[in-house]
């Protein structure tokens, strides 16, 4: 049972563009969101979170919708570099309950962003 | 180091052998985490220690598998009796404290032949 869905495994965009990226997840006791971004060989590496409190973080080219009512995040990224091109993993925990730790991840999505 | 460091970056083992993977986390971070990502999927969670013990082990997958990380830094991952099935990332993060920003490591890919 997939609490964390990310339902594109692949997206296209030219270097400029816009890059959304789309995550649901089904768990009603998560309230903290990551977004994590994968080179091969690398680690995940940390990207951008946001709180349940809030319904928008910002930083830089980076920025993270977050939608309770439709148990939906986005992430935006404007505009795209080719060095962006990685694989991006949506990741959730649930401070309230006491999970804080433990991070449920999507399948991730390989966003390739092409000069 | 500047950052987690796993080793072996690479293990090939066979069908039924003892395997073990070592993570050496940021110094000072007092929290560890072990995940594995296998082909196509996220990182999976897998074990948490706080400190010396582990406080949440609800992710290993059965009494094959083991985690230690005695003196509150290094953690080693203990596999037994390997199967195909464990053939995944191994990944490693660890965070100042639980909860807070976790930085992974570059993993140990283990494939069991």
């Known amino acids: 049972d997939q609490q964390v869905k990310q339902n594109s495994p692949s997206l296209s965009v030219q270097e400029g563009r816009i890059s959304i990226l789309n995550c649901d997840y089904t768990n009603s006791m998560f309230d903290y969101f990551l977004w994590y971004k994968k080179y091969p060989a690398e680690g995940p590496t940390f990207l951008i979170s946001?709180?349940?409190?809030?319904d928008k973080n910002e930083d830089g080219r980076f920025t993270v919708f977050l939608n309770k009512s439709a148990k939906h995040l986005s992430l935006h990224i404007v505009p795209s570099q080719p060095g962006d091109s990685a694989v991006y993993f949506c990741?959730?925990?649930?401070?309230?309950?006491?999970?804080?730790?433990?991070?449920?991840f999507g399948k991730g999505t390989l966003l390739t962003v092409n000069p | 180091g500047a950052g987690v460091s796993q080793t072996p970056s690479n293990k090939v083992t066979e069908k039924g052998k003892y395997v073990e993977l070592r993570c050496d986390p940021i110094s000072g971070h007092t929290a560890l985490y072990w995940y594995r990502q296998s082909l196509g999927q996220g990182p999976e969670f897998l074990i948490y220690f706080q400190g010396t013990g582990a406080a949440d082990d609800s992710g290993l997958p059965n009494d094959r598998f083991f985690a230690v990380r005695p003196e509150g830094s290094v953690s080693t991952l203990k596999i037994q009796r390997t199967e195909r099935g464990d053939s995944a990332v191994y990944l490693c993060?660890?965070?100042?404290?639980?909860?807070?920003?976790?930085?992974f490591g570059q993993g140990t890919r283990l494939t069991v032949v």
């Open positions: 946001i709180s349940s409190i809030k």
């Open positions: 993060a660890s965070s100042f404290k639980g909860g807070t920003e976790a930085f």
């Open positions: 990741a959730a925990s649930g401070i309230s309950g006491g999970s804080n730790y433990k991070l449920t």
